[in-house]
C-alpha cells in the first residue's frame, strides 16, 4: 500500500511531522497575531468610547446651563 492511499502511514513519515510543525507554528502564529490586533481594537474601542461619554456629559452639562440660563432670562423678563 502507498504512502498517498495510507494517510495513517503518510503522518508517520519525518517529512510528514516536519510539515505538520511548520503548518501549526504559521496557523498559531497567524492566531497570535489575531489575537493581538483584536486586544489593540478594543482597547482603541474602549478609550473612544470613554471619550464620547465624556462629550456627551459635557455637552449635556453646557445644555443645563443653557436651560437655566434661558430660564433667568424668563423670570427676569416676566418680573419686568
Excluded: C
Excluded at 12 to 25: E, F, L, N, W, Y
Excluded at 41 to 68: P, V
Amino acid at each position: 500500500m502507498s504512502a498517498v492511499a495510507n494517510p495513517v502511514f503518510f503522518l508517520r513519515t519525518p517529512a510528514a511531522r516536519a510539515t505538520t510543525a511548520i503548518i501549526g507554528t504559521v496557523v498559531g502564529g497567524v492566531a497570535l497575531a489575531l489575537h493581538n490586533e483584536m486586544g489593540r481594537l478594543q482597547s482603541n474601542y474602549d478609550k473612544a468610547e470613554r471619550r464620547r461619554m465624556a462629550i456627551s456629559s459635557e455637552l449635556d452639562k453646557w445644555s443645563a446651563m443653557e436651560e437655566l440660563e434661558k430660564q433667568k432670562a424668563r423670570a427676569d423678563f416676566a418680573a419686568a
